[in-house]
């Protein structure tokens, strides 16, 4: 959920039914923002984000270290790593939440998102859903999901604006994507953890996001709604690209390609999940643990 967003929530809920105290589920703003154009993404050269070298220190100690990667438009590749291997720090960097201190970061072949913020970032397609579900939990899932759609019209136009039949059909195809057709008119609050989860998902699917990055999207979820996360993602990958960190190995095996093992900042390993998890180095900092 983007501040902006959140802002036009807390607006939405207080004149439609105050004094109702304000709620949301989760308690850290993401650093995205509506997708306002889909901008010039060149990903003709094969690759939708493209890191190298990149370094970042805290206090002098080197969280982020010559850290490359390089991911393919539609791909679904899974970070994992120890904690404290750098994947949020690297997910900071990629949303420009985060500035390295050195190295070079691009989305498709020619923009150079160290020259641009969060919002900019955000609005060229690149979503994030952060680890807790952040829902405007006294609207309905329609209502979410019309708000997430309502883009930069702001509050007003949200509450007055007329959905069109196009809008109307992509709020349903969303809807069904993310399985809660059955849910649209309830509270979001009402829903189960793993319901939040896809919900937020929507909200960012529903703004065509050329790249997601998910941040631990089946923590606390239970084997039900892990499994339909997992065929979620995999219907997702081709149209977007996603970039998934979790600790979850089970899913990551339901999911995975390609698999990035992080470790003090750096790329360990890469490959397919039994690759990573036969690799020794691997099995010491990691999965041997
Ligand atoms: N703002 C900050 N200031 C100081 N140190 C930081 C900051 N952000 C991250 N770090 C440190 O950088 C390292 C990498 O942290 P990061 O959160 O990116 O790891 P992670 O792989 O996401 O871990 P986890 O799996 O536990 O979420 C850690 O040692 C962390 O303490």
Not at 243 to 271: P, Q
Request: with cysteine.
């Amino acid at each position: 959920m983007t501040p902006e967003l959140m802002e036009q929530g807390h607006e939405r809920l207080e004149k439609t039914r105050a004094p109702a105290p304000q709620q949301e589920s989760g308690d850290r703003r993401a650093g995205y923002a509506r997708v306002h154009e889909p901008g010039t993404l060149d990903v003709t050269h094969g690759r939708i984000l493209y890191l190298e070298d990149v370094c970042v220190s805290f206090d002098g100690f080197r969280a982020i270290n010559k850290l490359s990667l390089d991911i393919a438009p539609g791909e679904l590749r899974c970070i994992i790593g120890p904690n404290g291997a750098g994947k949020t720090t690297m997910m900071d960097i990629v949303t420009g939440k985060t500035r390295p201190d050195s190295g070079q970061v691009f989305f498709g072949s020619t923009i150079d998102l160290l020259r641009h913020n969060e919002a900019e970032i955000a609005a060229m397609g690149l979503g994030r859903k952060f680890q807790k579900p952040t829902v405007f939990e006294p609207l309905t899932v329609f209502e979410n999901l019309e708000l997430a759609l309502s883009g930069p019209r702001g509050v007003a136009a949200a509450l007055w604006h007329r959905l069109s039949g196009e809008q109307h059909d992509r709020l349903a195809e969303v809807l069904t994507l993310i399985q809660l057709s059955e849910e649209r008119q309830r509270p979001a609050g009402l829903l189960s953890h793993g319901q939040k989860q896809w919900l937020e998902i929507g909200m960012l699917l529903i703004q065509d996001p050329k790249l997601l990055l998910l941040d631990e999207p089946v923590a606390g979820m239970t084997d039900q709604e892990t499994e339909r996360t997992a065929e979620l993602f995999l219907t997702l990958k081709g149209k977007h690209t996603l970039i998934v960190v979790e600790h979850d190995m089970g899913f990551v095996g339901r999911i995975a390609e390609k698999v990035t093992v992080l470790c003090e900042g750096s790329v360990l390993a890469e490959g397919s999940l039994a690759q990573v998890q036969a690799d020794e180095r691997v099995i010491e900092v990691y999965l041997g643990r």
